[in-house]
């Protein structure tokens, strides 16, 4: 049984920064691509970042570049988030994923809360 269990979720205030990282287990992780998402009241789920399974490419969503760095541990079987100068716009619950590949995901966690206070 897969499974993927996201923490380090919060509440910060504008400027400040987080980490979260998503403990992996029932699956060959070092086998998976890792990914980011998430979903604010009210929107779609969205693309927040990725990484291979070699960690040899990563990919952000525009809206992150620059500020969240996405990196892994495959003797961890861990992947993190390391989220820096967030805005009130990031305040979403993020997911952890698993894919076979970059573009299709076949495995989610729960999520975790983070919330972004002016």
């Known amino acids: 049984q897969v499974q993927l269990v996201e923490s380090g979720g919060g509440l910060v205030q504008t400027g400040g920064s987080l980490r979260l990282s998503c403990a992996a287990s029932?699956?060959?992780?070092?086998?998976?691509?890792m990914g980011w998402f998430r979903q604010a009241p009210g929107k779609e789920r969205e693309f927040v970042a990725g990484i291979s399974w070699s960690r040899a490419q990563t990919y952000y969503a525009d809206s992150v570049k620059g500020r969240f760095t996405i990196s892994r541990d495959n003797a961890k079987s861990a992947v993190f988030l390391q989220m820096n100068g967030l805005q009130s716009e990031d305040t979403a619950v993020y997911y952890c994923t698993a894919g076979e590949h970059m573009n299709i995901w076949n495995y989610w966690g729960q999520g975790t809360q983070v919330t972004v206070s002016s």
């Open positions: 029932g699956l060959a992780f070092s086998s998976y691509a």
